[in-house]
């Protein structure tokens, strides 16, 4: 180990401690987004509720993670029961085989403070902000659950219920104080018929959340489900993003060992392309080959012409096209005969006089005491560039 790689090594643990002793202590940050996930143990997460979902339900409750359209085609035939949903939006599809459950008979548990046309149009009624207050209760209307009531203290959605039809049953209300103390109300939990069953509406889906159920000294929640028959129940649940199955999601989880795991992959790269600097030796330029076949084959002709061996420069052109024609055209040239020249007709579809005088040129070039002329070579060279043009 040289000198160098240690001074790099000490520095990297340096720099590894000081970061180390920044993260000791540190607490990290609290998550208060409203993100209703059954995975996520963050304040206004799902995480207690879909651990205590079963027993709530009377272990009758079947989670679904696919779109009601997906579960009722294959469950077309099922019998009424109870659907839950927590702050989820549906396509029209969805919505639409919904309703068809319900007006056989089955029951929508829906916690969502949003205002959509499916619920205006379909159920009659809108939300609405019914006040700025920080904090409020969460009462029943009726009296045997009047001691019920849940107190809302954290990111409060001051949301209600507007336009109410006059068939729609009010279930619960949330009490509102004025800056002169005067108490009023508005309706956050209603129910509505539909053909043979119900919606349940809930406007303050945050009391399924993690940090109300932990806060709850009552019943609330019990009491919102009860009003549900004691049947199965379908929960379906948002489709969240599926648990990562990199052998790193530990680290990745964890914000201390990620800026770690980061800076120790940037130290790495920072010391392999400086020591890859240093020591890297300057390659050499090397010429490719030239390729001096076309220059020797023109000093060859050259020198045939200069010495007039016109017989000698057609038996080599004989030579190379019998070459070509066994090599590409697959045609025996040992008899150069009427098979041959049939067989090199039918491959390259030139005329056959064509070719009998080529074969005859050919010949006299193969034939060493043939007396050859110049305008013969140049005829034989015309014919044989034509056969296999």
Same mark, same amino acid.
């Given at each position: 180990?040289?000198?160098?790689f240690?001074?790099?090594?000490i520095v990297?643990?340096?720099?590894?401690?000081?970061?180390?002793m920044f993260g000791i202590?540190?607490k990290?940050?609290?998550d208060?987004r409203?993100?209703?996930?059954v995975?996520?143990?963050?304040?206004?997460?799902?995480y207690?509720?879909d651990?205590e979902?079963?027993?709530?339900f009377h272990r009758?409750?079947?989670?679904?993670?696919?779109?009601?359209?997906?579960?009722y085609?294959?469950?077309n035939?099922?019998?009424?029961?109870?659907?839950?949903?927590?702050q989820?939006?549906?396509?029209?599809?969805?919505?639409?085989?919904?309703?068809?459950?319900?007006s056989?008979?089955s029951?929508?548990?829906w916690?969502?403070n949003?205002?959509t046309?499916k619920l205006?149009?379909t159920?009659?009624?809108?939300?609405?902000?019914?006040?700025?207050?920080?904090n409020?209760?969460?009462?029943?209307?009726?009296k045997?659950?009047?001691d019920?009531?849940l107190?809302i203290?954290?990111?409060?959605?001051?949301?209600?219920f507007s336009? /109410?039809? $006059? &068939?729609?049953e009010?279930?619960?209300k949330? #009490?509102?104080?004025?800056? @002169? =103390?005067?108490?009023?109300?508005? !309706?956050?939990f209603?129910?509505v018929n539909?053909?043979?069953?119900?919606?349940?509406?809930?406007?303050?889906?945050?009391?399924?959340?993690?940090?109300?159920?932990?806060?709850?000294?009552n019943?609330?929640?019990e009491?919102?489900?009860s009003?549900l028959p004691?049947?199965?129940?379908?929960?379906? /649940?948002? $489709? &969240?993003?599926?648990?990562?199955m990199?052998? #790193?999601?530990?680290?990745? @989880? =964890?914000p201390?060992?990620?800026y !770690?795991?980061?800076?120790?992959?940037?130290g790495?790269?920072?010391?392999v392309?400086?020591?890859a600097?240093?020591k890297?030796?300057i390659?050499?330029?090397?010429?490719?080959?030239?390729?001096?076949?076309?220059?020797?084959?023109?000093?060859?002709?050259?020198l045939?012409?200069?010495?007039?061996?016109?017989?000698e420069m057609m038996?080599?052109k004989?030579q190379?096209?019998?070459?070509?024609v066994?090599m590409?055209?697959?045609?025996?040239?040992?008899?150069?005969?009427a098979?041959?020249?049939?067989?090199?007709?039918?491959?390259?579809?030139?005329?056959?006089?064509?070719?009998?005088?080529a074969?005859?040129?050919?010949k006299k070039?193969?034939d060493?005491?043939?007396?050859v002329?110049?305008?013969?070579?140049?005829?034989m060279n015309?014919l044989?560039?034509?056969i296999l043009k």
């Open positions: 180990m040289n000198k160098t240690k001074i790099y090594a990297f643990i340096i720099i590894l401690i000081v970061v180390a202590g540190k990290p940050a609290l208060w409203k993100n209703f996930d995975d996520k143990k963050t304040p206004f997460g799902l207690i509720f651990q979902s079963s027993g709530l009758k409750l079947e989670k679904v993670r696919v779109s009601p359209y997906s579960y085609q294959k469950n035939q099922k019998k009424p029961h109870n659907i839950l949903i927590i989820k939006k549906l396509d029209d599809v969805s919505w639409q085989y919904i309703l068809d459950q319900v056989k008979g029951d929508v548990m916690f969502t949003d205002t046309a205006r149009d159920l009659g009624f809108r939300f609405k902000t019914v006040g700025h207050e920080k409020y209760y969460l009462q029943f209307t009726d045997k659950l009047s019920n009531r107190f203290d954290k990111f409060p959605e001051n949301q209600g336009y /109410i039809r $006059n &068939d729609i009010i279930l619960g949330t #009490l509102h104080k004025d800056k @002169s =103390n005067e108490t009023s109300f508005s !309706a956050d209603v129910k539909f053909g043979k069953g119900h919606f349940y509406i809930h406007s303050e889906p945050l009391v399924l959340t993690n940090y109300y159920i932990l806060n709850s000294k019943k609330y929640i009491s919102v489900l009003y004691k049947r199965e129940t379908v929960w379906f /649940i948002e $489709n &969240d993003t599926p648990l990562s990199s052998p #790193l999601r530990f680290i990745h @989880s =964890n201390p060992l990620k !770690a795991w980061y800076l120790l992959l940037f790495l790269i920072i010391f392309i400086f020591n600097k240093r890297q030796r390659v050499p330029i090397i010429e490719p080959l030239k390729n001096t076949s076309v220059e020797f084959i023109r000093s060859i002709g050259n045939y012409l200069q010495e007039g061996d016109f017989h038996a080599k004989a190379y096209f019998l070459n070509r066994r590409d055209l697959l045609i025996d040239t040992h008899d150069l005969d098979q041959f020249i049939n067989k090199l007709h039918l491959k390259t579809g030139k005329n056959i006089e064509l070719i009998e005088e074969v005859k040129l050919i070039g193969q060493p005491y043939a007396s002329m110049k305008e013969e070579l140049i005829r015309q044989l560039d034509k």
